[in-house]
């Protein structure tokens, strides 16, 4: 894979994220990691997408997110949950305000009850600051591996896997997330726990 330039670490991070998405040769959303870098084909979902850009751009990092029994890599629940940890380790910081996000973040959420054999909730990289597009209303453009195009999306109608596209968040009145819509396939904002992290020098 190529160099990473001299960049603070969350724009390390952004910046690999941002090479795969501009030299994808194969993708699809699935469960089950099918990445070959030499081949440029990144069939994962979000869990392995972002798992394996940190694995390689953060490693002491990413090895401090638990992993559940049986699983590979950890879920998107377990990224919210890590990230909303009261005992949240050095080298991670959490993020309050949609606002304060920066390129190279990370933003998770979690649906209300695990079930087995479903997506457990969401987890992606920050592309860009989040732009207003109404009041209380913002859009952040994601790094992630998605079933269904966001907003603005790379990735075709009805295409799915590794991409990047806008992302629409509510804010409540100190500007936390509290609902967001996924992009053109959702009507309605849909409210879930989320939360932000950035990954900070030790």
Same mark, same amino acid.
């Given at each position: 894979m190529t160099p990473i330039p001299r960049l603070s670490l969350p724009q390390q991070i952004a910046w690999q994220a941002e090479f795969i998405v501009n030299n994808i040769q194969q993708t699809d959303y699935q469960h089950n990691d099918n990445i070959d870098v030499d081949r440029g084909v990144y069939d994962c979902d979000c869990k392995g997408f972002v798992g394996f850009v940190l694995e390689r751009a953060a490693p002491d990092h990413y090895a401090m997110i638990p992993i559940e029994p049986g699983q590979l890599r950890p879920r998107a629940y377990i990224y919210y949950e890590f990230f909303t940890s009261p005992t949240l380790p050095g080298g991670w910081q959490r993020i309050d305000s949609l606002l304060d996000a %920066? %390129? $190279?973040?990370?933003?998770?959420? %979690?649906?209300? *009850?695990?079930? *087995? $054999?479903?997506? /457990?909730?969401?987890?992606?990289?920050?592309? *860009? /600051?989040?732009?207003?597009?109404?009041? $209380?209303?913002?859009?952040?453009?994601?790094?992630?591996?998605?079933?269904?195009?966001?907003?603005?999306?790379?990735? $075709?109608?009805?295409?799915s896997g590794v991409g990047s596209g806008l992302i629409n968040f509510q804010v409540d009145d100190i500007g936390a997330p509290m609902a967001f819509q996924f992009g053109p396939s959702e009507e309605m904002f849909v409210t879930r726990p989320i939360a932000i992290c950035r990954v900070e020098p030790f």
């Open positions: %920066r %390129r $190279g973040d990370i933003i998770a959420w %979690r649906v209300a *009850e695990i079930v *087995e $054999g479903q997506d /457990t909730g969401h987890v992606f990289f920050v592309a *860009e /600051t989040a732009v207003m597009i109404d009041s $209380g209303v913002f859009a952040i453009r994601a790094y992630d591996s998605a079933d269904v195009p966001h907003f603005d999306d790379t990735r $075709g109608v009805g295409d």
